[in-house]
């Protein structure tokens, strides 16, 4: 059985740091590209960083850039999303998701783990 499994999220002030985890289990996760979305009610689902397989190729949404750092440790089976300069519009339920190749389905999600900033 896939499990990806978030946790780290929380309430925190505006410019603050959170540290967000993905674990995952069943599956081989160094051939995944790890995915970290976000989403607040009554909002479209908003893609917020992408890890490749090695680690070596990462890609963030402009929103974020240079305030997350997303990382990943294939010998844990782990991903992270390092989020610095919180902003109140970061407030959000975050997911980590798995997707096999670039551009197909995602293959696995998470349940999430919610982020919340105050001003």
């Known amino acids: 059985q896939v499990q990806l499994v978030e946790s780290g999220g929380g309430l925190v002030q505006a410019g603050d740091s959170l540290r967000l985890s993905c674990a995952a289990s069943?599956?081989?996760?160094?051939?995944?590209?790890i995915v970290w979305f976000r989403q607040t009610p009554g909002k479209e689902r908003e893609f917020v960083a992408r890890?490749?397989?090695?680690?070596?190729?990462?890609y963030y949404a402009e929103s974020v850039k240079g305030r997350f750092t997303i990382s990943r440790d294939n010998t844990r089976r782990m991903a992270y999303l390092q989020m610095n300069s919180l902003k109140p519009e970061d407030t959000a339920i975050y997911y980590c998701?798995?997707?096999?190749?670039?551009?197909?389905?995602?293959?696995?999600w998470g349940q999430g783990t919610q982020v919340t900033v105050s001003s």
């Open positions: 069943g599956l081989t996760f160094n051939v995944y590209y």
């Open positions: 998701a798995a997707q096999r190749n670039l551009g197909s389905t995602f293959d696995y």
């Open positions: 890890i490749s397989w090695s680690g070596t190729g990462t």
